[in-house]
Structures are given as C-alpha cells and as structure tokens.
C-alpha cells in the first residue's frame, strides 16, 4: 500500500539518505523527530463576545546549525504530524541553499476565511504570548505561511515587542517594508521556483521560451508563478484551483486570469469549460507544476504524466513510489524541498538585514537569490546523476549533511 502520509515518508527518505552519506542509525534516531514541539491552548475572545479557544503548534527539528526558521500556517487542517513533517523539510531546505538555521514549523487550527480581521489579530497575538518563551532571533524565527501573511506577521513582531523589548525587529520574517521587511520577499518562492525551472529547462536542453507549461493551484506561488513565466514567454496552458482548471492548448491569458481572481486564488468558478484538477495534471506538456497540495501524483497517475520536466512548488505533491515511476520513465523531478526553497532564503537575507540594520534594493536580493538557487540546483543535480539517485533523494542528501554535522560536531552524537 502506498504511503500517503507526509510524516512517515519523510522519515523513510531521510533514513535511506542519511544511510547513503554514511552515517548510523543514531544520526537516523536524532533526525527523524523534531527536538521539541510546544502544543499550546489559546482562549480568544470573538466579536459576538463568546469565548473560542484554539489549538496551536511550533515544532524545532534541529538547532545544531543554528537557530530554527520556519512558517506559521492558520488552517482548518493543521495537525501535529503535518507540523512535524513540515519543520524537518525546513531543516532539508536550509541546509540545501546552505542556511545558517535548521527547521522549525507553526500552525493553528482555525479557518481564518470565517474570521474577522480583529479575531485574526487577536489570535495572532494570543499565539505569539504562547510560543514567546521558545522563539526569538537567536532561537526560532517564525515567517508566513498557509493563510497568513505580512500583517499577521506586523501583529506578530508588534506583541513579541511588548514581551522582549530588546530583539523584536529580527524575531519574524515575511513583515512589511516599513517594519523591516525586505523586497522581494513576497515573489520570493515563485522567483525560486522560476529560477529551478530555467535550470531544469537547461539541462533537458530546451527553451523555456514557447515551453508548455501546466501550474496546478493558482494561490501565492502558484500565481506569481505563472506572471513569471509568462513573462518571459512560456506559454501556460493550464491552471487550477480548488474548483475545477482551465485548459487552452494556444495558451491562457494569464493577466486576464490574475486580474479576475479573488484573494484566496480563486478563478475557475467564473467560466463554464473547465476540467478537473484529475484532467490537468494529465495535459500533455513541457513542464508540470504542482502547486497545490500534496499526494496529487501517485502510483495511480505517475504513468499518465505527458510532461519532461516536473518541478513541485507545492509541500509533497508526489508520493514515493511515484517519484521512482517519473525518474524510470526520464521525467526530470525537481523536489519540493529544492523548487520551493526561494521563500526561507529571502527570509533569511531579511534576518541578515535586521541584523545589521542595513537594507538591500529588490535587485540586489534578487541577484543574490538567484546564486544561492543555482548553486543548490547545480549541487542536488549533480549528486544526483555522480551517485545514479532520484533527485529527491539527492536533495534529502545535500540539506541533511549540514544538520547531521554539526550534531556531530556538537557531541551529540
């Protein structure tokens, strides 16, 4: 039976990887739970004047590089597995674009779509008063995620400013420009994503110019996403979002499509011709995105997909027996934790810049995302083809290696 369940495949993989660098299995005991989870209660008060408490997480996987660094996600969804799952990606990612940090992950289950602005910040602070004693610049520094963004992370720093007066500016990352937030942070991911696709397109040897390109999910990355590659004219002739996709083998309009969704990606619902997401990913393309959510390739589809290169912008989209189908059949994977890893690297570019108090221009973050993603593509690339691996596989190896030295170094194992 396939293993669709994000927390225990992560584990596997990081298992089979960490054998093939060389180390025990005590190095497999340490990495494969986070160090620390806090799960905390908070009673908020809601506008009709009732009392709502909600359940939150914060998860450290591993602090041996450095402090830990990951989003916090407001959904209905959130559970204590996908949040431990989710940090020790956070440490892969940071260690594939060779970050100073290891992983760590937030959550609160709550559907902020049914909320009010002043419930929304309420909750936020009450969440932040919660988590203070284990978060703070030097320690774990939170950043936006699913349903939250730069406002909810100005609440954020505003509450942990009254608490520590000393360090607030550095505690979060993801705030807006005024508070200390850097540019290009919010294209960021969808810039790294873009970047992993070029290079991707350049080693099957074709143009991304006229390239067919098919991005499932149509919120924040997945949207910025398609700009992009219009922009530098691929041709998008598929998209989705939670209600059905549109197809158009001439390409889709995609300013049209930006200029009529709503805030939470919405398009589809406005036109009659749609497909399913089911349909979408089976088009016949150059490049296929998952942007969406996870498990939408499985052992059931893998075998349908008409694209060369699949770049994963979305957490986990294709589940591991999938994986090896796509690398058996020449389809290029570029993983979750290597295409989606943009986002952690302007975060910590905006901790540098809280650091020194000194602030980059967009084209001075841009340029240095881009090295920092070309190398880590080139480096997991590599590896991949020297050692005859997936490329996932490979990805879990370089962002792995630094976390697992350094709790060598340390002693700790």
């Known amino acids: 039976m396939e293993n669709l369940n994000l927390f225990t495949s992560t584990q596997d993989v990081i298992q089979e990887a960490l054998s093939k660098l060389g180390f025990n299995n005590e190095m497999y005991e340490l990495l494969k739970e986070p160090l620390r989870i806090l799960t905390v209660r908070m009673p908020i008060r809601m506008d009709d004047g009732t009392i709502k408490v909600f359940t939150g997480y914060r998860s450290q996987h591993n602090d041996a590089v450095g402090p830990t660094k990951g989003g916090v996600r407001f959904h209905p969804e ?3 597995d996908e ?6 990606w956070m440490t ?3 260690g594939i674009v060779d970050l100073p940090y290891g992983g760590g992950k937030g959550g609160i289950v709550c559907d ?3 909320m009010s602005m002043g419930e929304i910040e309420r909750l936020s ?3 932040v008063r919660a988590i203070s004693q284990i978060v703070g610049p030097t320690k774990d520094i939170p950043a936006p995620d699913v349903y939250t963004n730069s406002q909810i992370m100005a609440w954020m720093m505003d509450e942990y400013s009254s608490l520590r007066e000393n360090d607030s500016p550095g505690f979060i990352t993801g705030k ?3 508070l200390g937030g850097s540019e290009g942070r919010d294209k960021a991911t969808a810039q790294g994503v873009t970047i992993c696709i070029e290079e991707a397109a350049k080693k099957k040897g074709f143009d991304l110019k006229g390239a067919r390109v098919v991005i499932q999910g149509f919120g924040n990355a997945g949207s910025f996403l398609a700009k992009f590659l219009h922009d530098e004219g691929a041709k998008v002739i598929g998209i989705s979002d939670a209600y059905g996709a549109l197809h158009d083998p001439n390409g889709l309009d995609i300013d049209y499509l930006l200029d009529r969704r709503d805030s939470f990606g919405t398009v589809t619902t406005l036109f009659e011709n749609t497909i399913t997401n089911k349909e979408l990913l089976e088009l016949d393309c150059d490049i296929l995105v998952p942007a969406a959510i996870s498990n939408q390739i499985t052992s059931e589809n893998a075998s349908n997909i008409r694209a060369s290169i699949v770049v994963e912008a979305a957490n986990g989209p294709t589940t591991a027996e999938a994986t090896k189908i796509l690398t058996e059949r020449g389809i290029l994977l570029v993983p ?4 989606s890893s943009g986002g952690v690297t302007v975060s910590y570019f905006e901790w540098v810049q809280n650091n020194q108090g000194y602030y980059w221009t967009e084209d001075e973050v841009n340029e240095k995302l881009r090295k920092k993603l070309v190398d880590a593509f080139n480096n997991v690339y590599t590896t991949a083809e ?3 691996l997936n490329m996932r596989l490979a990805a879990y190896m370089v962002g792995l290696r630094n976390a697992a030295e350094a709790s060598k170094f340390r002693g700790w194992i």
């Open 386 to 388: 020297t050692r005859k």
């Open 176 to 178: 807006p420009i005024v």
């Open 78 to 80: 959130v559970n204590e």
């Open 92 to 94: 892969i990612k940071c």
């Open 112 to 114: 902020p779509r049914t």
């Open 125 to 127: 602070r009450g969440y």
């Open 336 to 339: 979750d934790v290597l295409a």
């Open 83 to 88: 949040v431990k799952a989710l940090s020790m």
